[in-house]
């Protein structure tokens, strides 16, 4: 077998694994919100219990930080900075071209992400700021 053949079949395998896991959490929020419709219209007291969990995670965990876009951010450019150099290593031209614009990609929203979170911390007032 190629190597882009595998390549290209384990990124299909892979593609299908996300749809299927997204497809997951697709059916239990469709079924928390039809029990919830249920639970609303019975006018049972359970419906404030299910009004929560809409905002957490699957393990029922607390709700998520809403600020986290440095962290993701960093990411981001970490990601875009780890493609550029592995594009810059392998040294083919075609290759340098590809790879910095797919590392252009994650660069360039992650330090978007850490932008606008810089001025959020910045608008927000120091107290706020010291809690992040």
């Not at 595998?6 to 079924?31: E, K, P």
């Not at 029990?35 to 957490?56: N, P, Q, Y």
């Not at 029922?60 to 993701?72: H, K, Q």
């Amino acid at each position: 077998m190629p190597f882009t053949e595998m390549i290209v079949s384990i990124s299909v395998g892979l593609l299908f694994l996300v749809g299927f896991v997204f497809f997951l959490r697709l059916i239990q929020a469709w079924l928390l919100h039809r029990t919830l419709r249920e639970a609303i219209s019975r006018d049972s007291a359970h419906a404030g219990m299910l009004v929560d969990r809409i905002g957490r995670n699957d393990l029922g965990g607390p709700r998520a930080d809403l600020g986290t876009d440095d962290r993701t951010g960093l990411i981001l450019l970490a990601l875009g900075a780890a493609l550029a150099g592995f594009s810059l290593i392998v040294g083919e031209t075609e290759w340098l071209r590809y790879g910095l614009g797919a590392a252009l990609f994650p660069a360039l929203v992650g330090a978007a992400l850490l932008v606008r979170h810089r001025m959020q911390s910045r608008s927000a007032g120091p107290d706020d700021a010291a809690a992040e």
